[in-house]
């Protein structure tokens, strides 16, 4: 092939105008990649492993109560059952007198079925946990063994061989608890782990008729027995058991759901990096064929067709972005084993390393289709025009249209990528919103790139020297032929886009878990009350100097199971995504007579005080609203094994910065109050009394767990740092691109500005004419670019704050002001550059060669 054949030798010259087009794809494709290679390798590890994460071949789990004798005998009839039971409990270190809140699971004899727990020293599992004969205190038999993670021992200040008391039962620490198999199915976490047996629990004394906690029985299924079946089976002969089932191909839905809302995300933003180094792409075609425009003219002249030129600049596009995809690919494809050591840490599950095709095919994808859609422009333009018109272009730098064909062409590829973009997607609605943002922030950086051109064009200055003519040598830099303005103004401007939009949402973030705390906040949070016990709390609370204001609220846990006639699964299918989890596992429930403290009916009216009629519901509004139901609707919900129907009375705005207690859920009395339940409580302290009061709770009531909110905020800051970490690095890899973009930007000029230089040299400028008008004329650049990004970052970051997370927004104007410094000083770092290399050219040569 002729095309083929001529492009192949023109590139066979070497590659030094095109590194930079190289590295803006390989960027891009290597991030979108190996995000998604990372998330192949976690979803199969958990493929792979998910037996040993869930504990069994399938699981059924209980809050609140044990299963049944009736419903034991169904689940061994179905193979080995292993029950495991989690709740929250306070911890009570002798030899330091430390009382801490712990996560307390116990486990019996067949725990676990897959898999091994980890401990140091290496012990039998069973032979750790079981009752001590002999201890530090010369007690017969009523010591228990038990199992701590690390943090516990630094927490309470204790070794191996300590003993700690957790309700009415005493334990030695028999070792230090490495790995759990199945810790992955675990939640969100207060305290440290503490792994007892079942025999242990019951000595305990802590499990009463409502005390919040998880029974979960795991099966490892007989000969011939499939989950499926087993699901079955279970739902026509206990349909009202309230079980949750789940079997070990969905072992972890909730860490699922978070690897594909973190692996959306990451992958947008490869591809917002890819789409800026679209721009470089653009940039480096131009500049070529800007340096191919005699050749094209010869070529033309001797009788080449349109067509043979276009196939021809095609052919080493496609090559180029072959080299550059390929590049990312193997970047890509290495993450995977990077991440086995480096996330090994974070990542509660093994990531099995490998080749994952699919992303990769997606990545490389997404890297041809940007190539080619920023490439075609450029190559239809120069391929279109006539042969006078290219000699004329070498001088003019005027701008022509290609072909409607070619136009077509680019805004087919486009489009691809924008379908490719949001049908690709875990959640294609949040990725047609990024779509759409971005092809907004696309159009308005460019209309903001012809506004400055314009203005500068319109401003007219007096033909004289010093800083007016510094002055008119920079405006007509942002507006002249040819000029680099509307690609400085996308590459920085996007960068900047991005990276404000993170800073704004991680100082959200921050605000909202530590800034925004209201001054009068609780100081613990008091679960597993029993009833009896509150008034013997509020008279403890009455005598304890600088404790007061306890707020108490019945507390259970239930499941919705229906939404009207559909089933919860049925429904979550069409709620919206973030409302979705008021559907799945189980939500905390309450009644009361008046509506709570910190809510505001906005729809319906209260019940009365002493109503004791049908069950009645209020419901939060975002949750009614994502739910789509309202007044008069129903849902069911399985409480302690039995389905109760309600009907929606009235709509709640909660206010859940209030840091009080807020349910979702809010049932009429009546018939729940004649139900098992524990109470919930908060009560405030001043400083000085905080240590005291919660002595005296911890000491007077083991039962009791007591949840510092310091604690609470400690662990939320933990998440919110590496979250921010995790934005950052996505955000940088952003900026990267950026550079590379600007820096080719750069290159693409240098010719230009090296004869610009010589010429204004030989008319009489100065280095230092020269040097300030280019500053200028990158600091408008840089300042407009800052300034817009703002603006956007302002927008996106609202969107995700306000909208997708439902907290208050705050503009953050210290954000804004760290752009704008970090635009300018990018961009006349940049025309410093770019002013440096042009000052130190001698004129004579260039201007023979002109």
Not at 309 to 319: E, P
Not at 458 to 483: C, D, Q, V
Not at 755 to 781: H, N, Q
Not at 794 to 822: C, D, E, R, Y
């Amino acid at each position: 092939m002729l095309s083929f054949r001529l492009s192949w030798r023109e590139l066979r010259g070497g590659l030094l105008g095109f590194r930079l087009f190289v590295a803006c794809l390989a960027l891009g494709v290597a991030t979108i990649a190996g995000i998604g290679s990372i998330s192949a390798g976690i979803f199969a590890g958990l493929e792979r492993d998910g037996r040993r994460i869930l504990g069994g071949d399938i699981e059924f789990r209980l809050t609140h109560r044990q299963a049944t004798p009736e419903e034991r005998l169904f689940l061994e009839a179905q193979g080995q059952v292993s029950e495991v039971a989690q709740m929250r409990a306070m911890g009570h270190a002798l030899k330091t007198d430390q009382r801490h809140l712990i996560e307390l699971k116990s486990v019996d004899q067949a725990y676990p079925l897959y898999g091994q727990a980890q401990m140091e020293p290496d012990l039998p599992l069973q032979e750790a946990l079981q009752r001590q004969g002999n201890t530090q205190n010369n007690t017969q038999g009523n010591t228990w063994g038990a199992l701590v993670d690390e943090t516990a021992l630094v927490r309470f200040g204790i070794d191996v061989g300590d003993e700690i008391e957790i309700g009415a039962a005493r334990f030695r620490v028999a070792a230090v608890l490495k790995r759990e198999p199945d810790r992955a199915t675990d939640g969100f976490t207060l305290g440290p782990r503490v792994m007892v047996s079942d025999a242990a629990l019951a000595a305990t004394a802590l499990v009463q008729p409502g005390t919040l906690s998880n029974w979960e029985y795991r099966i490892r299924l007989s000969p011939g027995l499939t989950p499926e079946m087993v699901t079955e089976r279970a739902k026509a002969e206990h349909a009202q058991a309230g079980w949750r089932i789940r079997d070990w191909s969905a072992s972890s839905p909730g860490l699922r759901r978070f690897l594909d809302r973190a692996g959306l995300f990451l992958v947008l933003v490869g591809l917002t990096a890819l789409l800026i180094g679209g721009v470089g792409v653009a940039n480096a075609v131009h500049a070529h064929m800007q340096s191919k425009l005699p050749t094209i003219a010869t070529l033309k002249s001797m009788g080449a067709t349109t067509g043979l030129i276009f196939r021809i600049y095609l052919w080493q596009t496609f090559l180029l972005s072959a080299v550059g995809i390929m590049i990312g690919l193997i970047f890509g494809a290495a993450m995977p084993y990077l991440a086995v050591t480096l996330l090994a840490e974070i990542i509660p599950v093994p990531l099995a390393a490998g080749i994952y095709w699919l992303p990769l095919g997606m990545a490389a994808l997404y890297g041809l289709l940007v190539a080619l859609a920023f490439a075609l422009w450029p190559l239809a333009r120069a391929a279109e025009i006539k042969p006078a018109a290219l000699y004329r272009d070498m001088i003019a730098g005027r701008r022509t249209w290609p072909r409607r064909i070619f136009v077509l062409a680019a805004a087919g590829l486009f489009l691809a990528l924008a379908l490719l973009t949001v049908f690709g997607a875990a959640e294609p609605k949040f990725a047609f919103y990024f779509v759409c943002a971005a092809t907004v922030s696309f159009l308005f950086f460019r209309a903001i790139a012809w506004g400055l051109g314009w203005l500068a064009a319109a401003i007219k200055l007096p033909p004289s020297g010093g800083f007016t003519a510094r002055l008119r040598l920079a405006l007509g830099n942002l507006h002249r032929p040819g000029a680099a303005t509307a690609s400085l103004m996308l590459s920085l401007g996007l960068a900047l886009t991005l990276l404000v939009t993170m800073a704004l949402v991680e100082g959200n973030l921050q605000r909202q878990v530590s800034e925004r705390l209201p001054d009068e906040a609780p100081a613990f949070f008091l679960v597993d009350i029993q009833p009896d016990q509150v008034p013997l709390l509020e008279n403890l609370v009455r005598t304890t100097p600088g404790a007061h204001d306890l707020q108490t609220v019945p507390n259970m846990r239930g499941r919705v199971v229906r939404v009207g006639r559909e089933s919860a699964e049925q429904a979550s299918s069409h709620a919206a995504t973030e409302q979705r989890w008021v559907l799945q596992g189980d939500r905390g429930i309450t009644y009361a007579r008046a509506l709570p403290e910190g809510s505001t009916l906005v729809e319906g009216q209260w019940w009365p005080a002493d109503y004791d009629g049908p069950p009645l519901i209020s419901l939060e509004e975002a949750a009614a609203r994502g739910l789509g139901i309202g007044i008069g609707d129903t849902l069911t919900v399985n409480i302690l094994g039995r389905d109760i129907e309600a009907r929606i009375a009235n709509i709640r705005r909660l206010d859940w910065t209030s840091f009080g207690i807020n349910f979702v859920l809010v049932f009429s009395p009546g018939l729940l109050e004649r139900a098992p339940h524990t109470m919930l409580a908060t009560v405030k302290a001043t400083p000085d009394g905080e240590t005291a009061l919660f002595k005296a709770i911890t000491a007077s009531y083991p039962n009791i767990s007591v949840v510092r909110m310091k604690d609470v905020l400690t662990e939320l800051n933990r998440i919110v740092e590496q979250l921010g970490a995790a934005v950052r690095g996505a955000a940088v890899v952003t900026l990267i691109a950026g550079l590379l973009v600007l820096a080719g930007a750069l290159a693409a000029e240098h010719r230009r500005r090296l004869r610009e230089g010589a010429i204004l040299k030989a008319l009489g400028a100065t280095r230092r004419d020269i040097m300030a008008a280019t500053l200028m004329e990158y600091a408008a650049v840089g300042l407009c670019a800052a300034l817009v990004a703002y603006g956007l970052g302002l927008v996106a970051s609202w969107a995700i704050v306000a909208k997708q997370m439902n907290a208050a927004f705050v503009m953050l104007p210290q954000v804004g002001a760290l752009t704008a410094l970090g635009g300018l000083a990018v961009a006349l770092l940049l025309g410093l550059i770019g002013a440096w290399a042009t000052l130190g050219a001698k004129p004579a040569p260039l201007l023979r060669q002109a």
